[in-house]
């Protein structure tokens, strides 16, 4: 008994030893940051970068102008073309920025920067779905012209428009090690593959580039060449959202010889069963392996954990994303509150009067099912937005979300970007 009463008089003490160092700690630090609760509450600030055109489509980054800060590419697809913009430095990047329209490029679903010929000047590659089913290739001016449309040269892919498929993404990628950097695109619907146009020694010969298939598909949501064996070649991972082989899945690169030219041995990362959008490749967990996180229509995020270095052994965690927001749409991983802890960031559709843009913490394990919600949008506008780009675009040393939008009112909030308000 008096052992006991012991016990519980010094956990008394602890207690009460705790109670005095956090009073002291508010004394001298100030009170706790309950400005900082409320400020994750709130909706960051929206900047516009234009809303000149009808149904911008995704996002990618490049360098073009070549003053270290990120410029971006975009379809337009109702409007019908693809457009560029040059970051205009810090001061004036809450403005919209300089743009030009480097093509016109019906239903046009992706857009993304690539130096084709080898000429050290980036170009922007163009797929385009619905009726048009064509991949073009906007050859980029030099630098002093960058902002002049007609210094632009715009060309079909003829391999592309042969096929007969609705385009939906690309991205260039050495394949062959011959030179000229080639092109990896994938398509939706009837026929729809992943496969890669290898470029012939003069690439501006565009009758000469070739098509290899790698995959049947059913609706390509996601590519990223990435080394998912460690064997020091890019193999390919990505999302699709229909089909017998529908979810998120990689394709091993073959290595250099006649095999890189046939189907390539499928590997599955998880979510077969679900409805599959965009993901992303990071190390969620932090333990040294690249991870999957994946947008799921039916509210949820999948957390696909690695378990080796060969990508064979895989993990699925649930993520619960229903908290007022539309369908998941597209997701990345960032450090968003700069406390070292990675978070998940992510857009969504179907959101009228909903949250269309938020962010998730964790606050025990990034494997549990609810994390803590905080808005980045608002409900006040925004209906359908796209995939996510997280980069410091006012120099402030946060990550900032670089998106598009195209259903709000008459041509959509267009390409934007939402302030990180951590600094």
């Known amino acids: 008994m008096l052992e006991s009463q012991w016990l519980l008089n010094g956990r008394r003490k602890a207690v009460l030893r705790w109670v005095a160092l956090v009073a002291l700690g508010w004394l001298i630090l100030g009170t706790p940051d309950f400005a900082w609760a409320q400020r994750w509450q709130q909706p960051w600030p929206l900047r516009i970068i ?3 055109s009808r149904g911008a489509d995704g996002v990618k980054l490049g360098d073009i102008n070549g003053d270290g800060r990120p410029d971006v590419a975009t379809g337009w697809e109702e409007g019908g073309v693809t457009r560029i913009y040059l970051h205009p430095g810090p001061q004036q990047v809450r403005e919209p920025w300089p743009a030009v329209t480097v093509g016109r490029t019906p239903d046009v679903e992706d857009a993304v920067f690539a130096d084709l010929d080898t000429d050290g000047r980036l170009d922007v590659v163009s797929c385009c779905e619905g009726h048009t089913r064509r991949i073009f290739v906007h050859w980029g001016p030099k630098k002093s012209r960058l902002l002049d449309p007609k210094a632009w040269v715009q060309e079909v892919l003829p391999a592309s428009g042969s096929l007969g498929q609705m385009w939906m993404f690309a991205w260039p990628m050495q394949l062959d090690g011959q030179g000229p950097v080639d092109l990896v695109a994938g398509s939706k619907g009837r026929g729809a593959q992943l496969g890669w146009f290898q470029a012939p020694p003069q690439p501006r010969e565009l009758n000469q580039w070739r098509w290899f298939p790698i995959t049947q598909v059913g609706w390509i949501m996601s590519i990223y060449p990435v080394d998912m064996d460690g064997d020091g070649d890019l193999d390919l991972a990505i999302s699709d959202r229909f089909g017998p082989l529908r979810g998120c899945r990689w394709l091993e690169n073959p290595g250099p010889g006649p095999k890189l030219f046939h189907p390539w041995k499928n ?24 991870d999957v996180v994946v947008a799921v229509k039916d509210m949820k995020l999948l957390f696909l ?14 993520i619960e994303a229903n908290f007022g927001n539309g369908n998941p749409r597209a997701v990345a991983v960032a450090d968003v509150n700069l406390d070292g802890q990675p978070d998940l960031v992510f857009t969504t559709w179907h959101a009228q009067g909903k949250h269309g843009v938020m962010w998730l913490q964790y606050d025990r394990a990034p494997t549990q099912t609810h994390w803590q919600p905080f808005p980045i949008s608002g409900t006040e506008k925004g209906i359908k937005y796209d995939r996510i780009e997280m980069v410091d675009l006012d120099g402030d040393g946060d990550l900032d979300l670089l998106t598009t939008e195209e259903r709000q009112g008459r041509n959509g909030l267009g390409v934007l970007w939402y302030e990180n308000p951590c600094r």
Request: aromatic share 4%.
């Open 267 to 290: 590997h599955f990362i998880g979510a077969q069963d679900h409805e599959v959008l965009s993901m992303t490749l990071a190390d969620l967990d932090q333990d040294g392996l690249q």
């Open 50 to 52: 234009d809303q000149s």
């Open 305 to 318: 954990r690695r378990l080796d270095r060969q990508g064979r052994r895989w993990q699925t965690h649930v």
